[in-house]
């Protein structure tokens, strides 16, 4: 029977995953990087290049959630952008900081609420639905706002704390990266929510037919992913004081897309966890820190890591091949 | 080798991972002959003439076209070679034209449609066909299409053409002007091959008939040889089946309540009016070809069918007048149903057994954040294994590891912990080794004698006769017969079922 082996082979007792390939490679760069860049080891390097993936590991937690039911939200960076851009645009009409920001949060979750519903109801393919709703939720955005780069206010303590705090030496943006991520792995291990949402990303069909509720399954996904975006968010306007807007037209999504792919989580759902996303993260963070320190451009840096998504995409199709009735769905 | 023939078979065996689907069958397709194939579903029919056209390789024996020993690659070489096959389900490009489809594969550089378009209006008016060439294929109904196809095998200059059940599909009309098309063919030395269910149209259409049974060729020869009671008899008369079914006379169990009453259900063109009801304690067999809405009546009343083709009729659980629009409130009431195509609808593949089985028994709990323990999963694992004697590998084998029976058990068990009143079995031993068909068949048993209402669907009249206490024979969306066991027989069934 035809169907999704096992990722990988074996070497003596040693399963050789994704996720086991991608530390290994994480290490090798590591040291390699120490051995050949001056500052690379230092402490206040090692905690910068933890500061700087911060957000992008909290959005590729939140797009791990995802595809490991099977599908993909492209929103997540407009999301993150336009939640926080909201919070300061409400704050700005002097309306308390914290309130403006559950208001910018709710308006999260009711974009993800009708992602969720465009993907699990009306049933439009996710890369389609949620490139289009990113989009859209951009240029309204960019409509109500005046201005490309929105500051927060200053001297909000938690925030403050946010961007400059630290426990016990581990700055307060990593450890909010480490929360959403530890929440995440109990969510999806040891709930029941979790355990259906592992079910309908490896068969949807099954999933329906035993009588999950997949639809609030995948809607609930989606309004779960667009808050972590929020969170992200947060976490980012903690770090340099403001939002810009523009971010929504870097390649930041594309990057969080490739930490997902890379760490191991399978584009054909039900499977991976938050440790795959752990991984490709370092890697991630390692290899962007590594490249600026060798002064690469902004363009070079995109063209090595898109070659990477692509043979990482490329690995994946052909360690969690696809059968026919999956590659029909149109998803992708 | 005779001249007379122009494919033979010779000893030849096909097997899908060792399960022979024909096994040692010798066939001689003669010239210019119309050569009707007969036999149950699941015979070996499909695959024996696939292998003529290039579908599928021998696993053993010998392939002789025109003579020489042959082994067909791709579809593509047999068409080359003069083979050609038109499926059920037509291959044509519907967003193209006729003449397009065509001369598919043969563009020019520069295409010109024009050009093409009278090519093909003189080569189709030549075959006397009357399809308008740049008529878009999508439009076209299923003779038409069909009149496409048969164009395109004779555009390739195909000495053989291959039908797959051509006529399930049409009208009267089009049937007589279809089987004037072949006599055509014939005059043009053209040998054919049909598959067919109607055995009124290979009686009257076919020079030769052959029919095949499990995987074998049980009669062959002259069509004026045959009668309608002898290709019934050859086509269900069997000795295999009987050993593994067990021809133990038992008598029918009795009606318990009615746990389902349809009436008059409709639904697309697949279900028509139909009406039945289902007792408690019992089995219900629901015997039907494929294609007959079997299926399709189960999954209306379990509510798996999606989108809004639902034309009326009434469905009562337990007197309840009940519309289900997605499977998850049909489960909660007690209805479940096992799929047909278990790898499609039925098992999480990278899950392990344990954890499938999970999966059914956390269906019903409402509280999204509850905690799930592993060690349940294992001790569902155990718990099930025992009660259906699950041939487990380890507990951390993923479903996909696992046989086809042993998936088969999973599904089923998946759905028997989700207690259910009403358990709807579709084709319940489809790909499932020898063994495992008669502990599924034991598992039905005893549930209809714990009280369960219990419908088997199967296209296989023995595993009908084996299980059922009371038999529906379906055909064309509708039931069109109800017997007890004790008035069944395999061929009053079948004359049911194809009449």
Partial sequence: MAGRGKPGGRIGSVQISQELVVIAISVILFAVFSATLNNFLSQGNVIAILKNVSILGTLAVGMGFIVVGRGIDLTMVAVMVVGVAFSIWVSSWGVDFTLAVICGALLAAAIGLFTGIMVAVAEIPPIFATLAIASSVYGSGRIVFASDVLYAPPNIAWLKFVGNGSVFGIPMSVVMFACVAALMAFFLRKTRFGRLVYATGDNPNAARTTGLPTRPIIVTQYVISALIAFTAGIIMTGLVTGIDTRLYNSSLIYDVLLVVVLGGIGLSGGQGGVRNVIAGTILVGILTNGMTILNFSYTSQNLIKSVILLSALAIDAIINPRDEQTSQSGDI | ?499
């Fill in chain 2, 1 to 499: 080798m005779s001249d007379a023939n122009i494919i033979e078979l010779r000893a030849a065996t096909k097997a899908f991972s060792r399960i022979p689907a024909f096994k040692n069958v010798d066939f001689d397709l003669h010239r210019g002959e119309i050569h009707a194939l007969l036999g149950e579903n699941g015979a070996g029919k499909s695959t024996l003439t696939k292998v003529m056209a290039g579908v599928f390789k021998l696993t053993e024996g010998k392939l002789l076209f025109d003579g020489k020993e042959v082994s067909f690659a791709t579809p593509a070489e047999a068409l080359r070679a003069g083979i050609a096959m038109v499926f059920q389900e037509t291959n044509l490009v519907p967003a193209m034209t006729v003449a397009q489809n065509l001369y598919l594969g043969e563009e020019k550089m520069f295409n010109r449609l024009r050009g093409l378009h009278i090519q093909a209006r003189q080569f189709l008016a030549g075959m006397g066909f009357q399809v308008d060439p740049t008529a878009q294929v999508s439009t076209l109904g299923a003779a038409h299409k069909q009149m496409v196809e048969i164009a395109r095998a004779v555009h390739h200059k195909a000495r053989v053409i291959i039908f797959d059940e051509p006529t399930a599909t049409l009208t009267p009309e089009e049937k007589r002007h279809f089987f004037n098309l072949l006599q055509r063919l014939v005059k043009e030395g053209i040998a054919i091959i049909f598959i067919t269910h109607a055995l009124e149209e290979a009686l009257a259409v076919a020079n030769r008939i052959t029919v095949m049974r499990d995987g074998e060729i049980v009669a062959s020869g002259d069509a004026k040889g045959f009668t309608r009671a002898s290709i019934v008899q050859a086509m269900v008369g069997r000795t295999l089946t009987e050993t593994l079914h067990g021809d133990v006379k038992r008598s029918a169990r009795p009606y318990g309540d009615k746990v389902l009453s349809v009436e008059n259900l409709s639904c697309a063109g697949l279900v028509r009016n139909s009406s039945f009801s289902v007792f408690s304690g019992q089995v219900t067999g629901m015997f039907g070809l494929v294609g007959a809405g079997r299926t399709e009546m189960a999954k209306v009343v379990a509510g798996l069918l999606k989108r809004n083709i639902f034309h009326g009729g009434e469905i009562r659980l337990l007197g309840k007048s009940v519309r289900y629009r997605v499977p998850r409130p049909a489960v909660r009431d007690g209805i479940v149903y096992v799929t047909e195509d278990r790898k499609v609808d039925g098992f999480f593949e990278t899950m392990t057994a344990g954890e499938n089985l999970q999966i059914g028994e956390l269906t019903d709990k409402s509280n999204p954040v509850a905690m799930v323990s592993m060690a349940r999963a294992k001790e569902l694992a155990k718990e099930w294994g025992e009660r259906l004697r699950l041939k487990q590998i380890s507990d951390r084998a993923k479903m996909i590891e696992l046989s086809g029976g042993n998936q088969q058990k999973v599904v089923i068990a998946k759905s028997l912990i989700q207690q259910p009143k009403l358990v709807i079995f579709d084709e319940p031993t489809r790909g499932v080794d020898v063994g495992a068909i008669v502990e599924i068949h034991q598992l039905i048993s005893e549930l209809a004698d714990q009280g369960m209402a219990v419908v088997v669907i199967s296209s296989y009249l023995p595993e009908i006769l084996a299980v059922s206490d009371r038999i529906l024979v379906v055909k064309r969306g509708r039931v069109v017969e109800e017997m007890m066991l004790s008035d069944a027989s395999e061929e009053r069934v079948m004359f049911a079922a194809v009449h």
